[in-house]
C-alpha cells in the first residue's frame, strides 16, 4: 500500500459526458502527478500541482483539467468524454516537487 | 522532449534464471530514473532508482546500471521468482523540469516454476 489513495476504483459512463477522479496523497506530500495509462500508449504524464499551484504539464486534452485543494488532496475533471478516453488514471504523490513518486492504485475509466 | 525507449516488450524466463530489461533515453539532461513494477489491478511501484551521478546501485536481487555516455540504462533481476512476473516499466526525467517523468513502453515479464 503505497499511501495514496484514489476513488472510484471503477467508473462507467457515457460518451459526452462529464466525470470528476479523486486523488488523496500520501501524509505529508506536496505534489500530486495524474497519468493516464491505455493498452497503446503506455504510461502518460497529465499534469503536476505543487501545494495547490500547477507546475508541470504534459500530454493534457483541453477537454481535461485538474486542480489540488488547500488539502492537497487532488481531483481530475474529464469532460465531453469520448471512447478513446477509456483508460487507467493514476494519481502519484511525492514529498517535494521531484524525486520518487509513489502512486495510488488507480480509477479504471470505460466510455461506452 | 524526453523519448524513453524499452526492450524486451515481453520476457519469459525460468524460476531461478536472470531477467535484463533494457532502456534507452534521448535528453542528455536526463538525471533520474527509476523503475517501477506493476501487478495485475495494481498501481506501478516503486522498485528501485538511479541517479546520474552513479552508475550502479543494487538491492538484494535487484540491479540498475547507467551508462550516461550511452544514454541508456538497464534492469537486472537474479534468481527470478514466479512472484517477480508483473510488467516492468522503465522511466527519466530531470530535476529542473519538474519532476516530469517519461515512462517506458513496459515489458511483461514471465518467470516460469
Known amino acids: 500500500d503505497s499511501g495514496v489513495t484514489q476513488t472510484p476504483k471503477h467508473l462507467i459512463t457515457a460518451t459526452g459526458q462529464r466525470v470528476t477522479l479523486r486523488c488523496s496523497p500520501r501524509?505529508?506530500?506536496?505534489?500530486v502527478y495524474w497519468y493516464q495509462q491505455s493498452l497503446d500508449q503506455g504510461l502518460q504524464f497529465l499534469i503536476q500541482y505543487y501545494n495547490g499551484e500547477e507546475r508541470a504539464k504534459g500530454n493534457i486534452l483541453e477537454r481535461f483539467s485538474a486542480q489540488q485543494f488547500p488539502d492537497l488532496h487532488s481531483e481530475l475533471n474529464l469532460s465531453s468524454l469520448e471512447l478513446g478516453d477509456s483508460a487507467l488514471y493514476f494519481c502519484?504523490?511525492?514529498?517535494?516537487?521531484?524525486?520518487?513518486?509513489?502512486f495510488g492504485p488507480g480509477t479504471r475509466l470505460t466510455v461506452l | 522532449g524526453e523519448n524513453v525507449e524499452q526492450h524486451p516488450s515481453t520476457l519469459s524466463v525460468q524460476e531461478g534464471d536472470s531477467a535484463v530489461i533494457k532502456c534507452t533515453y534521448s535528453d542528455s539532461a536526463s538525471n533520474y530514473f527509476p523503475w517501477y513494477k506493476q501487478e495485475l489491478g495494481k498501481g506501478p511501484q516503486l522498485i528501485i532508482d538511479?541517479?546520474?551521478?552513479?552508475g550502479e546501485k543494487k538491492d538484494q536481487r535487484i540491479a540498475v546500471t547507467l551508462n550516461k555516455t550511452a544514454k541508456h540504462f538497464s534492469l537486472h533481476i537474479t534468481e527470478t521468482q514466479p512472484e517477480d512476473s508483473a510488467v516492468y516499466f522503465c522511466a527519466a526525467s530531470r530535476s529542473n523540469n519538474f519532476n516530469k517523468f517519461y515512462f517506458g513502453s513496459g515489458t511483461k515479464l514471465n518467470v516460469k516454476p
Open positions: 502519484a504523490s511525492s514529498a517535494t516537487s521531484e524525486g520518487e513518486q509513489f
Open positions: 538511479i541517479r546520474s551521478n552513479v
Open positions: 501524509s505529508g506530500d506536496l505534489s
